[in-house]
């Protein structure tokens, strides 16, 4: 076991799914967790679950992510703090045509994945390079790899997710900073339950992942350093199948699996 006493590792969507499986990891390598969710009363059974097991310090902070600055809040909220590991995690599905969709809540999503994420990663990450040390983690998805119709704004949000997050890995060779995106197929966790009631997310059985596996999965990675995770053999191999055909016939695959699910 890995001693990680003295350091702490802020996650973001800490309440459940993903998130608290890689909590769990984090607890049991004694990081002390700084845990951010929108879900105030979800935070506190989580806390208690995890310190059922582990002998840690846990923070938590009931945030919406999905508001315009509000990394710059929790920023402030934590200045004192040396955060040695990101965990960039929440974020949510919007199921639908682009032009029938809620702009608002296609804001939201777009503010959580994009703005928030990279926002937090710029306050905190000149820290980690000046101290030479730090791990970030950052939640893309197989989506990332093409065009999603139906899904439209999920789809683009998470391969803006996988191109920056590879794009600092690289400027930050040399720095003893290391930046992971992982990058998951079909899981099974809250997610399903807001993107929407005719979404495919809701329907797919086939490949779908346990979380506790694609956590330890991601995790490991990020602890080796890696740039890029895909856990799953199938996952592999759909992730590279995009570069094989033209992007219209992907995205016409993709519409077509959409299209289906929603019928089921």
Known sequence: MANHKSKTALVTGAASGLGLELAFLLAKDGYNLILIDIDAQKLDVAKHKILHNHKIEITLLEKDL???????????????????????????????????TD???????LNLHILTTTHLIKLFLPHMVERGSGKILNLSSLAA???????????????????FSEAISNELKGTGVTVTVLCPG????DFQSVVSED?????????????????????????????LS???GINKVLSFLPRLLT?????????????KNREV
């Not at 346990?210 to 350093?225: D, H, I, L, N, R």
């Open 145 to 163: 790899f093409q065009p999603g119709p139906l899904m439209a704004l999920y789809y683009a949000s998470k391969a803006y997710i996988l191109s």
């Open 199 to 227: 979404s495919s997310e809701n329907k797919i059985s086939f490949n779908m992942a346990c979380p506790k596996q694609v956590a330890a999965y991601g995790y490991k990675a990020m602890q080796k350093g890696k740039v």
């Open 186 to 189: 079909p899981t099974k966790t």
């Open 66 to 100: 999905s508001k315009v600055n509000i990394a710059q809040e929790i920023y402030n909220d934590l200045m004192s703090t040396e955060i040695d590991v990101i965990v960039n995690n929440a974020g949510f599905g919007l199921f639908g045509t682009f032009h029938e």
């Open 247 to 259: 992007r219209k016939r992907a995205t016409k695959i993709v519409r077509k699996i959409q299209d």
């Open 103 to 109: 702009w608002e809540r296609g804001l939201q999503m």
């Open 230 to 232: 895909i856990p799953g």
